[in-house]
């Protein structure tokens, strides 16, 4: 299984994968996965990936002829995003957690940024995975116990990422 990111979904299999996510049989099912009983926060309920943040993930199936069939995982939030907007990903650009909740799926929570703005909301924001959820005063508190090598390993990653 292929974990696919935004920018990686070819445009052509966009359309394919849109007009299916697009049918009532497949958003019916996909909503009806997801807790829209909170005012903030829509979480999915199903499966996520178990590899970093905790994205929900989601089958999409197609069959171009009788041969050639194929499926594929999306990120759940990405298919949210489609299905609400009733269009593709925007090219070139990732669909971002205004929420910093990787699990959320509210259409409202997620807007198209570049890949370097998302990182820089995810690392402001203090985005958390599925065990941990860092506040700036916890963050703060564990700089203090770094080392002076830690502290500049650390940095030298975060200076890296934010070029």
Same mark, same amino acid.
């Given at each position: 299984m292929k974990e696919i990111i935004e920018e990686e +979904?070819? $445009? $052509? $299999?966009q359309i394919e994968l849109l007009? +299916? +996510?697009l049918t009532p049989r497949f958003s019916n099912r996909f909503w009806n996965n997801v807790d829209q009983a909170t005012v903030g926060c829509w979480k999915w309920k199903l499966s996520f990936y178990q590899t970093g943040l905790p994205y929900g993930q989601v089958r999409v199936r197609? /069959? /171009?002829s009788k041969e050639d069939?194929?499926?594929t995982h999306m990120r759940t939030h990405q298919v949210a995003y489609m299905i609400?907007?009733?269009t593709i990903l925007p090219k070139g650009l990732v669909i971002g957690h205004e929420c910093n909740n990787a699990r959320c799926c509210n259409p409202k929570h997620l807007t198209p940024k570049t890949h370097k703005e998302n990182m820089k909301d995810m690392f402001g924001g203090f985005r958390h995975n599925s065990q941990i959820e860092l506040r700036k005063e916890q963050l703060e508190k564990l700089v203090q116990n770094l080392t002076e090598s830690e502290k500049k =390993?650390? =940095?030298?990653i975060l200076q890296k990422q934010f070029k």
């Open positions: +979904i070819p $445009e $052509e $299999e007009r +299916i +996510i197609s /069959k /171009k069939t194929w499926r609400y907007n009733n =390993f650390v =940095f030298n």
